[in-house]
């Protein structure tokens, strides 16, 4: 890069909804939010390309970008809000909106390579941070904390494209909830109005789903409220020996491994495209590492699942948990995969069919520690059902999309591919070297099983 910067900012803007349209408004959380309360931030990162010049950027694309938001915010009010967080478990935490809150807004200049950052290959971690927004700076008072919820930053590569990073508080929704907002504000940002979000789209449902005194007090506990007076949210910074690639797996080959598994588990009640990726996954990094426990997580879309029924248009967090656990040896030898899709694909089962419903008392997981803390916990952030490949402002779908906050843990993402919405698109960051012996056993195995 020679001495010239990385990043020239532009300009920082902060947009609120148009005066006088919300007004003073609180959303109280529950026990789907509290348990996200401690959580890393999400970050994900919006490629679009197209030839734009800085010109073009500041007079047409920066303008529209931050007009169509401020309406958006008018019917999404809570990604303009703070979290409000109380030292003691006897007052809830809540989201609170006051006329004037706004969204943090950055424009910059980026002179790295475009087209490397959107590639599938392995890119340095380093690269994606200097596009990912930081969350405000955390007020603290004797009476309550209170947190910055969301933060937008949009990216200028000269004569390429531009990208568009955004970062909220887990607390403030799930993958469903931010799905919702975007396609409000792409539809707001090709149109110039909400008339057509209006007539077309689905307002969210801002009303709190049932009570329930005893999740609530489990899981509030769980958050440990008291300490938020030190609270900071966590930030990715380099530099980082990670790096980040993507895999693709079509169709034809999930077919082929959800045939393996049914062949050899013909009782699992549960062998989806989703199921046996999660599967094959958690086996190739089983392969990296050969040593311990090995637990693997997702989350469940619970708005069709509770009874009575959420609304699909349910604001917020609404997802319950389903976690599987093994021995290392069980998942990387002949028969590591079926291993892994069987051993998900029951705890899906259980999970699913619990006489005591799918929303679980923290203390409940106590028994997948049984064995001790886990060598590696694996997770997925986002899920193939929801198509963020049609996020589209105006200038077509994104080229490349990256969930640039599984760098805090072992998580992957998962997507339905842009081309292809059935072949699904996993991201994975790794140490350099893992990352290596990863790509090779991704590969090789494919090989052996298809």
Wanted: aromatic share 12%; proline share 6%.
């Amino acid at each position: 890069m020679g001495s010239s910067p990385i990043l020239t900012v532009l300009e920082q803007s902060h947009v609120s909804p148009p005066a006088a349209t919300v007004g003073d408004r609180l959303l109280p959380l529950t026990y789907f939010d509290f348990f996200w309360l401690t959580q890393p931030p999400i970050h994900y990162l919006f490629f679009y390309e197209m030839p734009t010049t800085q010109t073009q950027f500041i007079e047409t694309i920066k303008p529209n970008l931050k007009h169509s938001l401020s309406i958006t915010l008018q019917h999404f009010f809570p990604f303009s809000g703070n979290l409000i967080v109380f030292p003691t478990s006897t007052k809830t935490p809540e989201i609170r909106y006051a006329e004037g809150d706004s969204v943090t807004v950055t424009f910059a200049e980026c002179n790295l390579d475009f087209n490397e950052l959107t590639g599938n290959h392995p890119r340095d971690c380093d690269m994606f941070y200097h596009l990912t927004p930081l969350l405000g700076k955390v007020d603290k008072t004797s009476d309550f904390t209170k947190i910055p919820l969301f933060s937008v930053q949009v990216t200028l590569f000269p004569n390429s494209g531009i990208s568009i990073g955004m970062t909220n508080h887990h607390c403030l929704g799930d993958a469903s909830t931010r799905f919702c907002f975007l396609k409000a504000w792409t539809s707001i940002a090709r149109f110039g109005s909400d008339e057509s979000f209006l007539a077309n789209g689905t307002l969210p449902l801002y009303d709190r789903v049932a009570a329930n005194p005893k999740l609530e007090e489990s899981y509030l506990k769980f958050a440990k409220v008291e300490t938020f007076k030190d609270y900071e949210p966590p930030k990715l910074c380099g530099p980082t020996d990670n790096v980040r690639a993507t895999f693709i797996l079509p169709r034809t080959v999930l077919n082929r491994l959800k045939s393996l598994v049914s062949t050899q588990q013909p009782t699992l009640a549960y062998v989806s495209s989703f199921t046996v990726a999660c599967a094959y996954m958690w086996s190739c990094m089983g392969k990296t590492r050969e040593d311990g426990w090995q637990m693997f997580g997702f989350t469940i879309d619970c708005r069709g699942r509770m009874n009575p029924a959420v609304p699909a248009a349910y604001f917020g967090n609404c997802v319950g948990w389903c976690m599987a656990m093994e021995e290392a040896k069980l998942l990387t030898g002949k028969e590591g995969f079926v291993n892994a899709a069987k051993l998900i694909g029951e705890s899906l089962h259980e999970t699913l069919t619990d006489k005591d419903g799918i929303i679980k008392d923290i203390s409940s997981f106590e028994h997948l520690f049984s064995n001790g803390i886990p060598t590696t916990m694996m997770g997925v952030a986002g899920t193939p059902k929801l198509k963020f490949y049609d996020m589209d402002f105006g200038w077509g779908k994104p080229k490349k999309i990256e969930t640039v906050s599984i760098d805090y843990s072992d998580s992957i993402s998962m997507n339905a591919s842009k081309e292809k919405s059935e072949d699904l698109e996993i991201g994975v960051s790794l140490p350099t070297t893992q990352m290596q012996s990863f790509v090779s056993i991704f590969e090789d195995g494919l090989e052996k099983y298809i």
